[in-house]
């Protein structure tokens, strides 16, 4: 990706991404071992040194070249980290989970799934299970302020602050609280695109798989008013993003190999 100090300083969205996937600390230290070198570095040992000089989940090569850059970049390792946020969003089935799975493994994401932290505190059974239960069995969206605080409480807790969070906001009211409540501007939603009819045979596969581990909600009935629901509330937040210039649309109707590969290129 073409970048300099200029636009370094007006970021586009895709840059912003891979600002954010990089990680401002890394991006700094790589831009801090790029000024020690007296020579005009090659890619490779730009590399070496600035693994050399720190380390960390997202030294890569890409992390350097994208220092390169960015050499003026403000020292600001000292000051708390601030966190980096990205929405993944897209229908039931559409690969949010397994795509963030893999931008976990190659980026050093933290995944945050909305849907498995509900089923969690579902399970724990507290006071609130049983209304997050009934919400999730019928296809509707859990109360904000209860999904919120889930997802505010595990980014509290998390050391690591660049942050996929997949499957909300999931209608404008998630999108207000999150906002209300402090949330972070996401640096850029995923959009993950796909069609119908795909979505439909994917849960059907994955409840069949499940067995008796067959989530609530993988079964026919429900699975045709999550479709509506996320078409009706989850569609306005996406237009929201999209008038922001935050979205990247990937289309997620293929293989997980080829689907993973764009989102790469995406990002
Ligand atoms: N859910 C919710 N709010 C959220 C995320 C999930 O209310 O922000 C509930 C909702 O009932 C949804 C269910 O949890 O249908 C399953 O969500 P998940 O994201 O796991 O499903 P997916 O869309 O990924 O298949
Ligand atoms: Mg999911």
């Known amino acids: 990706t073409p970048q300099g100090p200029a636009s370094l300083r007006h970021p586009h969205p895709t840059q912003m991404l891979g600002r954010a996937l990089l990680g401002r600390a890394a991006m700094t230290r790589g831009a801090a071992a790029l000024r020690r070198l007296s020579t005009p570095p090659t890619r490779a040992r730009a590399a070496a040194a600035a693994v050399a000089g720190g380390g960390g989940a997202a030294m ?131 959009y993950f695109d796909c069609p119908e009819d795909i979505l439909t045979a994917r849960i059907e596969e994955r409840g069949r798989l499940a067995g008796d581990k067959r989530r609530a909600d993988d079964n026919a009935e429900a699975m045709v008013k999550r479709l509506k629901v996320y078409k009706e509330e989850t569609g306005p937040v996406i237009s929201f993003y999209d008038a922001r210039g935050k979205v990247m649309r990937i289309n997620t109707g293929f293989e997980r190999d080829q689907v993973y590969a764009s989102v790469k290129r995406a990002v």
Request: proline share 6%; hydrophobic share 40%; charged share 20%.
């Open 60 to 190: 890569t090569l890409s992390t350097v070249a994208a220092a390169e850059f960015s050499p003026d970049a403000p020292d600001t390792s000292a000051a708390p980290q601030k966190p980096i946020v990205i929405f993944v969003l897209g229908g039931p089935g559409a690969g949010k989970g397994t795509m963030c799975q893999r931008l976990v493994e190659d980026y050093g994401f933290v995944h945050l799934s909305a849907g498995d932290l509900l089923r969690a505190e579902r399970n724990r059974g507290g006071e609130k299970a049983d209304m997050i239960n009934s919400y999730i069995k019928n296809g509707q969206i859990v109360p904000n302020e209860v999904t919120c605080g889930l997802i505010m409480a595990a980014m509290e807790q998390s050391v690591c602050k660049k942050f996929l969070i997949d499957g909300y906001p999931r209608n404008a009211d998630n999108r207000e609280g999150w906002e209300a409540m402090g949330g972070a501007e996401p640096a850029a939603v995923l």
